[in-house]
């Protein structure tokens, strides 16, 4: 019986260093143009990256359609007013269609537009397969200065982060 308990106590104690262990951050510097796009939104515009030359901005790439925790997280960040105050432009990116992600957007009183990505533009900022979902993005930010530069990027496999630290880190790198 002692042998059992243990085995179990170790299976455990492996499975919750694990979940610590991969749940940690993962975060990158600056690195060189970013991509440029245009893509669909909720509101029925279409985006582009270049719209906003000259404004610092901050990807929020999320898995999207029926993740409470990435919804919240966009309802905090329109609620802290530093990121308006900083001039920083908040563009979260989903792979779901307008009928997807409203009613999560509705239920949470999101009023930012969702960019809706087909994968493409996940791909090409390299945050695909980073989350719970294969194929999908995790939780993941990437801010981008007014000339077009990635100066750093964020992955949040907590599935949060804070809305004034991300606001530190993005004003930080500014």
Excluded at 11 to 18: C, E, H, K, L
Excluded at 36 to 51: E, K, M, N, P, R
């Amino acid at each position: 019986m002692r042998l059992v308990t243990g085995v179990v106590t170790l299976a455990i104690i492996g499975i919750v260093t694990y979940g610590l262990w991969s749940a940690q951050p993962e975060q990158g510097e600056a690195s060189g143009k970013a991509p440029g796009f245009s893509l669909a939104t909720t509101a029925g515009t279409t985006v582009s990256l270049s719209d906003y030359r000259g404004k610092p901005v901050l990807l929020y790439f999320n898995e999207g359609a029926g993740c409470g925790s990435c919804t919240q997280q966009m309802a905090a960040i329109e609620k802290e007013p530093g990121f308006k105050q900083a001039g920083i432009v908040v563009l979260p990116i989903v792979m779901n269609t307008r009928e997807q992600i409203q009613p999560d957007l509705d239920t949470f009183s999101v009023t930012t537009p969702y960019l809706l990505d087909d994968g493409t533009v996940s791909k090409a900022y390299d945050t695909l397969d980073k989350g719970m979902h294969p194929g999908l993005p995790g939780h993941g930010f990437v801010l981008i200065d007014e000339d077009g530069n990635k100066l750093w990027h964020g992955n949040y496999p907590s599935m949060w982060l804070e809305p004034g630290s991300l606001l530190q880190e993005a004003t930080s790198r500014l």
